[in-house]
């Protein structure tokens, strides 16, 4: 399973940025997945996760009412469209794939197994 991520970018704050996460390898449909970010010094963070069946969503506190997380389990795509950027939301962001699913949501790093390269989001003030 390989998983590809893309659409970050350069972005003022209060814009707008959309990613998408293509999976490979493996149809997607069984896997609850979500999206982390890691800023520079930091540890890496849950920002939103959507459940297999694209029933159930969860999002982290920094993302609640700006960040939406969807699923094209068709496209085997998973994305993240992010508005009301901040300075603070700067960040390599990470799609990943929770293929146990013991539990939703899985809000730990080590509980998805498989993990996109990254894109790096720049929000500039």
């Known amino acids: 399973v390989q998983l590809q991520a893309s659409g970050g970018g350069l972005v003022q704050a209060g814009g707008y940025l959309g990613l998408s996460c293509v999976v490979s390898?493996?149809?997607?449909?069984?896997?609850?997945m979500g999206w982390f970010r890691q800023a520079v010094g930091k540890e890496r963070e849950l920002v939103a996760a959507?459940?297999?069946?694209?029933?159930?969503?969860h999002y982290g506190d920094s993302a609640k009412g700006r960040f939406t997380i969807s699923r094209d389990n068709a496209k085997n795509t998973v994305y993240l469209q992010m508005n009301s950027l901040k300075p603070e939301d700067t960040a390599v962001y990470y799609c990943?794939?929770?293929?146990?699913?013991?539990?939703?949501?899985?809000?730990?790093?080590?509980?998805?197994?498989?993990w996109g390269q990254g894109t790096l989001v720049t929000v500039s003030s």
């Open positions: 959507i459940r297999w069946d694209n029933e159930r969503t």
């Open positions: 990943a794939a929770d293929q146990a699913r013991l539990r939703f949501p899985a809000t730990e790093r080590r509980e998805y197994n498989k």
């Open positions: 390898g493996r149809f997607i449909r069984p896997y609850n």
